[in-house]
């Protein structure tokens, strides 16, 4: 958790300071189907780190809701 402004950040394991990564994009569409929705996400990130960034990303699901695919390109 960020102390600043209270969102999460990133944060190197080994130093404790923040990475320097921006989410460059955000694309969302999706469709209501009879039972709950299908919702299609794209994040774009772009590293200003020195070399590649292990990260851990975590999705706010509802209870009843499934992850069923998940792909990360670059």
């Known amino acids: 958790m960020n102390k600043l402004n209270g969102g ?26 009879p039972v709950g929705a299908r919702l299609l996400v ?7 780190e020195d070399r590649p960034l292990e990260v851990v990303y975590a999705f706010g699901l509802p209870r009843d809701a499934a992850l069923q695919r998940f792909s990360i390109l670059g």
Do not use: K, P, Q, Y
């Open 42 to 48: 794209a994040h774009t990130f772009r590293s200003a």
């Open 8 to 33: 999460f950040a990133v944060v190197n394991g080994e130093t404790g300071r923040e990475a320097r990564l921006a989410m460059e994009g955000l694309w969302l569409t999706g469709r209501i189907l």
